[in-house]
Structures are given as structure tokens and as C-alpha cells.
């Protein structure tokens, strides 16, 4: 359950906080179609209703395949597999640029979701992202607190990498990750955990002054979902629209962390622990 490129195609799956039958009409209804993706000439090959859709997109210089798998999740979500075929043939870009274009466009399709429930619900606008990851949940719990594993995708962008993280592992215990940016001064995000319950509850604050003032406050409640987990993100402190799209990045980096071989540092966290080297 993790995303997948292949020469002639790309695989995505994504959790989507509404049903199936609203996923499937906001394929399927041109206005709604036109809040998250924009006009497009899609040509409905097979329905299967609130279950599966195979569109033929017409693109030059051939139509590509699009399959969309619904699946109803625990608490009217639904689980979305795409996958984009066909593409071997396409000169305009490579099978994985299509994805990141996918990746920003199924964002904006849960963001429109989000809001729509936060409206219904009064809630307060904080940043709610939900996605299934390939790894059981005490190794998904782990990837947030084991230093060496948040390392490989936790703050990581397209041109940084992370050259220092430490974790005290306990209510009121902190960490500390320090960010490179190509061609740019470091960055440092700290931050105090406020509740630890592995594998299944973590919450903490999270403070970068180079990107954003004052204290945010991240909770993460994680769950068994099939052969993996289901993360519920909730992030307080924030203007939504401004962050969706980095965590959505960081997200898709944490599902290769997860998808890798099992090695020591994915072993239960505890106390205060620094990478190798």
C-alpha cells in the first residue's frame, strides 16, 4: 500500500476524509473536477459505482488510462488508489513528474474535503492530513522517534538533508533536528513531546523560527490498517494552505522510509539517541 512508479505508469494511494461516492464525483462532476485538477477531457471506460473508475484521459499524443480504486475506510474516509497507465509514449514528461503532479492535485482534493468538513463541524481550521504507510505501526511510531530514521525524510526537502537529530523520548522530553538547505543557512526545529503512548498516540510542539513564528502543536494517532498502519495528523498553530503541501512531500518520503528493509534503527525507541556518525 505504498506508491509506485513503473516505466509506462505511476501508482499512488492516499486516504481522502470523505465517502467513496463523493471521491468518485469529484472525478466525475466538471465543477467539482474543476476546484482540485482543473478542465480535463476524461471519457468513462468503466464505473463500478463508489468502487472503481477506468477514464481514458485524452493527452497527445495518445490517451492515457486512469484507474481510480475506492475503498471505504473507518470513519467515512475512503482509501484512493490511482493509477496513471500508458504513459511509455508521452514526450512531455517522465512517469515521475506525472506523479508529483498527481501527488499536488490529490492533495487539493483532500484540502477541499478538509475544509468542507471543518465547515460542518466548527472545528478550528487546523491542518488535518490522514494516509496509510507499508509498515506495521510500532515501526511507523518509530520513524517519528528513532533519529536515525527521521532523518532520512522528517524536515528533509527537495535540496536538504538533515546533519543532526536528537530525541529525549518521554513527556517533556524534547528534540532537536537540524536542516541544510542547499545554499542557505541551517535551519533548526525544536520542539517538547507532550504525550507518548507507543505505538499509537505521540504528540508534540514543534517550533522552526526561520519559517514560521510562535509554537505549533503536532498529535499523531496511529492505527493498524491491513497489512499497515493509518496515521491521523493534526497539526494546531498554523495557517493550513501554507504547510499541507510540505508535509504532503515529507509524507511520500516517510512511505519510502518505511517501504525500506528492516535494520537497527528500526528498533523500539527509547531514551536519548543520536544518528551514526
Known sequence: MTDTDRPDGIRLVRLIPAPPAEVSRAFLDPGVLARWFGPAEFTVLEQIPEHKLVLAWSRPPEDTTLTVLLR???????????RH???GDAPYEDPAGIRDRWAEAIGKLADLHYRAATA????????RLRRVFPAAPDRLFAAWTVPAVMSRWLFVGPSSRIISATVDLRVG????????????????HVGEYLDVRAPGRLAFSLEVPAHFPGRSEIRLEISA???GSELAFTQHGVEPG??????E????GLARACA?????PWAAASGRRRPPG
Not at 72 to 82: I, K, N, R, S
Not at 176 to 188: T, W
Open 242 to 247: 501554507t504547510v499541507r503541501s510540505s508535509w
Open 260 to 264: 525500506s528493509p528492516v535494520t537497527g
Open 173 to 188: 522530553g524534547g528534540f532537536s533536528i537540524r536542516e541544510r538547505p542547499d545554499g542557505f543557512g541551517d535551519v533548526d
Open 225 to 227: 490498517a491491513g497489512a
Open 249 to 252: 512531500m515529507m509524507f511520500d
Open 72 to 82: 471505504p475506510v473507518p470513519g467515512g474516509a475512503t482509501e484512493l488508489t490511482l
Open 85 to 87: 497507465e500508458r504513459l
Open 120 to 127: 460542518r463541524s466548527g472545528e478550528d481550521g487546523a491542518l
